[in-house]
């Protein structure tokens, strides 16, 4: 089965500085690659997925932006970080299909 | 759109009471659902899938769910709580012929003693 690395675990960043979050995927190829934010207290939030390599569908306009480099490489920024972009970040895949979603283990960034 | 209802942002159950998590989706085509269960400061770990199998599900840790065409409803049920199932679990839906997974807001379990 797939297993998807995130890191760093906890990142403490000002607001104004630039992001850079990666996730990688060991165990499939080709995967669809997802990036969610979770705030304090809700459920998950759709920010990109990509269905190949080049290829992101953003699904909510923000200050984030998603690149996929490589097969199984996933990576989230911001050139300036917002207090709102606080939150617990997750990357997931699953392969090609109506398959089920693995979950890395998130990113918990607090913007100050 | 296709959206996702949980019922009860909070439950609690005693030790060895029934859990019964409900969730209701809206959908004009039976869609797959999803069951996940979430620790603390952790990401989400698949409990049970619907893929339009058999519409009695059972997962992982003792729990189940039952697909209701006619209620649209994938509730998620186990007979017995441990203290160990305390956390929160999230319904999804995935539409077919979508890439998008659409969560319900999520239910906190709370086990008490």
């Known amino acids: 089965s797939q297993t998807i690395h995130q890191w760093p675990a906890t990142l403490v960043q000002p607001v104004g500085s630039p992001l850079s979050l990666e996730c990688t995927v060991e165990?499939?190829?080709?995967?669809?690659l997802y990036w969610y934010r979770q705030a304090a207290g809700r459920g998950l939030q759709l920010l990109f997925y990509?269905?190949?390599?080049?290829?992101i569908s953003s699904e909510v306009p923000q200050n984030l932006s998603a690149s996929r480099p490589q097969d199984r490489q996933f990576i989230l920024s911001s050139k300036k970080l917002l207090l709102s972009d606080s939150g617990f970040y997750l990357c997931?895949?699953?392969?090609?299909?109506?398959?089920?979603?693995?979950f890395g283990p998130g990113t918990r960034l607090l913007v100050l | 759109a296709q959206s996702v209802t949980q019922l009860g942002s909070h439950v609690s159950v005693s030790e060895g009471a029934l859990v019964l998590l409900r969730c209701n989706y809206s959908?004009?085509?039976?869609?797959?659902l999803f069951w996940y269960v979430q620790y603390p400061n952790q990401g989400l770990q698949l409990l049970l899938k619907?893929?339009?199998?058999?519409?009695l599900v059972k997962g992982i840790n003792g729990f189940e769910a039952e697909f209701k065409k006619s209620e649209t409803s994938f509730h998620l049920t186990k007979p017995s709580a441990h203290m160990s199932d305390a956390a929160e679990y999230f319904c999804?839906?995935?539409?077919?012929?979508?890439?998008?997974?659409?969560f319900g807001t999520g239910t906190r379990l709370k086990v008490l003693a």
């Open positions: 999804v839906v995935r539409p077919p012929g979508t890439y998008k997974y659409i």
């Open positions: 997931a895949c699953n392969r090609q299909g109506p398959e089920t979603q693995y």
């Open positions: 959908s004009s085509v039976p869609p797959y």
């Open positions: 619907y893929t339009s199998a058999a519409t």
């Open positions: 165990g499939t190829s080709n995967p669809n």
């Open positions: 990509s269905v190949g390599i080049g290829q």
